[in-house]
């Protein structure tokens, strides 16, 4: 079982759907949590970090869910310029430091 | 521009030579990533920095993998004797240690072994 799992899609919606992508993790001794976006052929960028009280960033909300080691990204209203690969990425701290990504999960928003 | 920069940002080789990559992390940045990442996989952890100081090696990082930050600020990840195995896009990124630690990423570099 790979540490961070995520559907790896790919998602195909119009403009201004919701689209929600989710990640479960399976180190309980995680600490911190973020959704990177990756866009073709170009490095990881932060779209948002992950507390448990759940955060908003405009159109992005994320969610974290301990008891289950969930993470969840909503983006509503999508926008075509939200086309690219989302990155769940999971920090650990046993015994060492650990930073896994998940695989990615491709989001394509169509006209 | 003050962010996380990669040099070459292309490298082709053949297999059996050594090649050589250069991360500058951001200035007041003590942290120092580097990771592999192939297509369609996210990046894989290889190796950090705290200062000059390596902390963490993957599995991954074989004995053909050297990883160094002499002077605490920029770092090299060197392979040598390179195999086709090792194409794949090398990314650097830096961050500063505490809680909500975050790494910021480099553009990379690409590396095709034929």
């Known amino acids: 079982r790979k540490e961070v799992e995520q559907d790896p899609g790919p998602f195909n919606v119009p403009e201004g759907a919701t689209v929600a992508f989710n990640c479960t993790y399976s180190n309980s001794a995680s600490q911190s949590f973020f959704w990177y976006r990756q866009d073709c052929r170009k490095e990881p960028k932060l779209l948002m970090s992950v507390y448990s009280s759940g955060n908003e960033d405009g159109r992005f909300t994320a969610q974290l869910n301990r008891a289950s080691q969930y993470i969840s990204l909503l983006i509503r209203d999508s926008k075509l310029s939200d086309s690219a690969t989302y990155l769940c990425?999971?920090?650990?701290?046993?015994?060492?430091?650990?930073?896994?990504f998940g695989a990615g999960t491709r989001l394509f928003v169509k006209a | 521009d003050t962010g996380v920069s990669q040099d070459p940002r292309h490298k082709i080789t053949k297999r059996g030579q050594n090649v050589t990559f250069r991360c500058d992390p951001i200035?007041?940045?003590?942290?120092l990533y580097w990771y592999r990442q192939t297509l369609g996989q996210g990046p894989e952890f290889l190796t950090y920095f705290q200062n000059e100081a390596q902390l963490e090696k993957s599995r991954l990082l074989s004995d053909r993998f050297s990883a160094e930050r002499p002077k605490g600020s920029f770092s090299t990840l060197e392979i040598q004797r390179t195999e086709q195995g090792d194409s794949a896009m090398y990314l650097c990124?830096?961050?500063?240690?505490?809680?909500?630690?975050?790494?910021?990423f480099g553009p990379g570099t690409r590396l095709l072994v034929l």
């Open positions: 990425v999971v920090n650990a701290h046993t015994g060492g430091f650990k930073t896994i």
């Open positions: 200035s007041e940045h003590n942290r």
């Open positions: 990124a830096s961050s500063l240690a505490g809680a909500r630690e975050t790494q910021y």
